[in-house]
């Protein structure tokens, strides 16, 4: 199974600041036609995990340009620019090339 | 755009048999290159994928689950359904239906809660 890694396990943030999430995979993630099956998720509290980024660096639709992916081959990376208040909840990182499709233990943001 | 909408029984007795169904609207089961997929989040735990069928009716499984889980499609209805048999209390979760495809964005649907009583 590929084994995805995140970091940091808890990010504090002050309203404003930029933020990174790191999440390593033991694989690498590329296929063939030349995409990363790398996503990125919001699970915000109560919620369901809302998708930020899929093929490694495609923002979803309605995702604010805040929200930035990019990364290649096993490493990857989530950028935030200017965190806001409601950015806050678990990040997830998820790949889909392999099966079984497996993701990483999640990154808790958080509001100074 | 895509919407799916998990169903089904919000508690299941332990043993028994868990049954699910996704139903997908604002695109085709059939697809060629999509794929469909349940997901599961225990309480307060991380997520979990459980398996996938194929726009050709393959089936793939996390070893986890293989000797429990079943994953269907009804084309006719446009809804794929998971039986997860043998529950127990660990399978007390919340279950997502999702749809992958080689190109284009993920959808997941809201999620249901299924409980397991013992």
């Known amino acids: 199974d590929i084994v995805m890694t995140q970091s940091p396990l808890s990010l504090p943030v002050t309203p404003g600041e930029p933020a990174s999430i790191s999440c390593r995979s033991s694989?690498?993630?590329?296929?063939?036609?030349?995409?990363?099956?790398l996503d990125w998720y919001l699970q915000k509290p109560g919620q369901s995990p809302q998708l930020l980024i899929y093929?490694?660096?495609n923002r979803a639709s309605g995702v604010p340009d805040r929200f930035s992916g990019s990364g290649s081959g096993t490493d990857f990376t989530l950028k935030i620019s200017r965190v806001e208040a409601g950015d806050v909840g678990i990040y997830y990182c998820?790949?889909?090339?392999?099966?079984?499709?497996?993701f990483g233990g999640g990154t808790k943001l958080e509001i100074k | 755009q895509l919407q799916l909408q998990e169903s089904g029984p919000g508690l299941v007795t332990s043993s028994e048999t868990l049954s699910l169904t996704c139903t997908v609207s604002?695109?085709?089961?059939?697809?060629?290159?999509?794929?469909w997929v349940w997901i599961r989040q225990p309480p307060e735990k991380g997520l979990e994928w459980i398996g996938s069928?194929?726009?050709?009716?393959?089936?793939h499984f996390n070893p986890s689950f293989e000797s429990r889980a079943a994953i269907s499609a009804d084309t006719s209805k446009n809804q794929f359904s998971l039986n997860l048999n043998s529950v127990t209390v660990a399978d007390t979760a919340i279950y997502y239906c999702?749809?992958?495809?080689?190109?284009?964005?993920?959808?997941w649907g809201r999620g249901t809660l299924v409980t397991v009583s013992s």
């Open positions: 999702a749809a992958r495809s080689l190109y284009y964005a993920p959808y």
């Open positions: 604002g695109g085709s089961l059939s697809r060629s290159g999509d794929y």
């Open positions: 069928i194929y726009f050709d009716g393959n089936t």
């Open positions: 694989q690498s993630l590329l296929f063939t036609n030349g995409y990363h099956y």
């Open positions: 093929l490694g660096s």
């Open positions: 998820m790949q889909a090339l392999h099966n079984p499709l497996t």
